[in-house]
């Protein structure tokens, strides 16, 4: 039997562990050739756990009968030269992208402190730089290729955060700019059948995640520390979903709710269970999609 995503190639940046992980991992047994990236080569160069060639080599197994594996490419998303060489890699190798998964994301150390933002350094911008900027440029790779091939999916990985606010002004800014640049995108892709969304993710029970309930669970807003958190693979689930999804287009340039869309999709977590939607406590998304809108103004 083929699997949904046979002969896909697809993209996840910052899956050395976390939800870019379970985001690849759902690709590849899914069928997809899985471009994996992040920073941690070795084990030990990072506190947690979990490097690309691992995620690569669970890719392979999760892939294991049929199309679906792993390719893993150390990468900082934060220097442009590393980026272009990637995508120059995967244009040689594959001639075409049908998913990209924008996850990268560098959090400082003190983003659980609950100091105001004149008392914390201004190298916390570093989360624009790569959670921000950094989905902009592998979206800007992205996009020559799939305007070329005339389709493709973009994800960024977003959250409840851009319109609440959650652990600082700098991370609020940086989610509430990558919902903005998805809504954006999805117009001038719009005419070459390229989607661009962006997904809310609730609290996501990633390696981080747990350690940070284990430590500081009563510095963490409390909105987000009493959350039902889901799986790191949920949102896999979800993205598989929508790349297989003939009317993709319908959602081009929308902010949504990963939970909400599961449950179209009648997709649960691995667990069998349902993640509920945050939005009566968190807030609602401010971009619907494009073909719903008049966004030129007229």
Not at 27 to 53: N, S
Not at 181 to 200: F, H, T
Not at 258 to 270: K, N, R, S
């Amino acid at each position: 039997m083929t699997a949904p995503l046979e002969g896909k190639v697809a993209l996840v940046t910052g899956a050395s562990r976390g939800i870019g992980k379970g985001i690849a991992l759902v690709l590849a047994e899914q069928g997809a050739t899985v471009y994996v990236t992040g920073r941690t080569v070795k084990e030990g160069d990072y506190y947690l756990p979990g490097t690309v060639g691992g995620t690569a080599r669970e890719c392979d197994r999760r892939g294991r009968g049929h199309s679906g594996r792993g390719i893993a490419v150390a990468c900082d998303h934060g220097d442009d030269s590393a980026v272009a060489d990637l995508f120059d890699r995967i244009e040689r190798e594959q001639g075409r992208l049908d998913i990209l998964v924008n996850s990268a994301t560098r959090l400082p150390d003190d983003l659980l402190d609950p100091k105001p933002f004149w008392e914390k350094p201004l190298s916390n911008l570093d989360m624009w730089q790569v959670g921000a900027r950094s989905y902009y440029t592998a979206s800007w790779h992205a996009a020559k290729m799939m305007a070329r091939q005339r389709s493709g999916l973009i994800v960024m990985i977003s959250g409840y955060t851009g319109v609440t606010y959650t652990y600082g002004v700098a991370f609020g800014a940086t989610k509430a700019i990558v919902d903005r640049i998805a809504r954006d995108m999805a117009i001038e892709l719009e005419p070459y059948g390229v989607a661009a969304i962006s997904l809310w993710q609730g609290l996501t029970l990633t390696e981080k995640a747990r350690d940070n309930l284990a430590r500081m669970a009563g510095s963490m807003t409390a909105s987000v520390a009493g959350q039902a958190g889901s799986s790191v693979e949920h949102p896999g689930r979800v993205i598989a979903a929508m790349a297989c999804d003939p009317a993709i287009m319908d959602r081009s340039g929308a902010t949504l709710i990963t939970a909400e869309l599961a449950d179209e999709y009648g997709i649960v977590d691995i667990d069998g269970s349902r993640v509920p939607s945050m939005r009566g406590k968190r807030g609602s998304p401010l971009w619907r999609p494009i073909r719903e809108v008049d966004y030129h103004g007229k």
